[in-house]
């Protein structure tokens, strides 16, 4: 009797996978679980964690054609978080982020080419006036499930490294101080509109 509900349950997330990816749709990521994350190198001995939350934006998914695909995401540069509200303080200040004059940060993706089993997502990131183009590597989505509070739901990881000299930050400190590389990761869960 277990196996036979098993099945069943199964054919129906698979059923509504298939329908909800046959054309077109929009998710909108859900800020609650979606968080960003960067590192960089201290001293070229340790890697320094931060975040930022409040990341809002949307996914459009097209199951036919994923060079149709697109993400917009705004991060909430004042959350930024490294466990230290004294490096918090610099990074949110005029030799980094800027957050008085630059509250956000946004990507905005012009092509997206799939990539085995992952996505290439090309786009334009914004952070404190500066735009240049990066790369994230995007993986998923995850199958399909119903969410907490009853519509579809799925989730992606997205990763990209830039220079951070390309968006003008922290160029008092030199590369033997902060890593001029840094990380971002982004964890995402998106829900169907």
Same mark, same amino acid.
């Given at each position: 009797? *277990?196996? *036979?509900?098993?099945?069943?349950?199964?054919?129906?997330?698979?059923?509504?996978?298939?329908?909800?990816?046959?054309?077109?749709?929009?998710?909108?990521?859900?800020?609650?679980?979606?968080?960003?994350? /960067?590192?960089?190198?201290?001293?070229?001995?340790?890697?320094?964690?931060?975040?930022?939350? @409040?990341?809002?934006?949307?996914?459009?998914?097209?199951?036919?054609?994923?060079?149709?695909?697109?993400? @917009?995401?705004?991060?909430?540069?004042?959350?930024?978080?490294?466990?230290?509200?004294?490096?918090?303080?610099?990074?949110?200040?005029?030799? /980094?982020?800027?957050?008085?004059?630059?509250?956000?940060?946004?990507? *905005?993706?012009?092509?997206?080419?799939?990539?085995?089993?992952?996505? #290439?997502?090309?786009?334009?990131?914004?952070?404190? $006036?500066?735009? @240049?183009?990066?790369?994230?590597?995007?993986? $998923?989505?995850?199958?399909?499930?119903?969410?907490?509070? $009853?519509?579809?739901?799925?989730?992606? &990881?997205?990763?990209?490294?830039?220079?951070?000299?390309? /968006?003008?930050?922290?160029?008092?400190?030199?590369?033997?101080?902060?890593?001029? &590389?840094? @990380?971002?990761?982004?964890?995402?869960?998106? $829900?169907? #509109?």
């Amino acid at each position: 009797m *277990k196996i *036979k509900m098993l099945a069943t349950v199964l054919i129906i997330s698979t059923a509504s996978t298939v329908s909800a990816f046959g054309q077109s749709t929009t998710w909108s990521i859900d800020p609650a679980h979606t968080q960003a994350t /960067f590192e960089a190198r201290h001293l070229s001995m340790t890697n320094v964690r931060g975040g930022m939350s @409040k990341l809002t934006g949307t996914v459009i998914w097209d199951p036919k054609d994923s060079t149709k695909d697109s993400v @917009k995401a705004v991060l909430t540069a004042t959350t930024i978080n490294t466990g230290s509200n004294y490096r918090d303080g610099y990074l949110k200040g005029g030799d /980094f982020f800027d957050v008085q004059k630059f509250p956000t940060s946004i990507f *905005k993706p012009t092509s997206v080419t799939p990539s085995g089993n992952e996505l #290439k997502v090309t786009g334009n990131l914004t952070m404190a $006036g500066v735009t @240049k183009p990066v790369v994230l590597d995007v993986t $998923g989505p995850t199958l399909l499930q119903k969410g907490m509070e $009853g519509g579809l739901v799925s989730g992606l &990881e997205a990763t990209t490294t830039f220079g951070r000299s390309d /968006f003008n930050f922290g160029s008092k400190y030199p590369n033997a101080m902060v890593s001029d &590389e840094v @990380k971002i990761t982004i964890d995402l869960e998106v $829900g169907q #509109k």
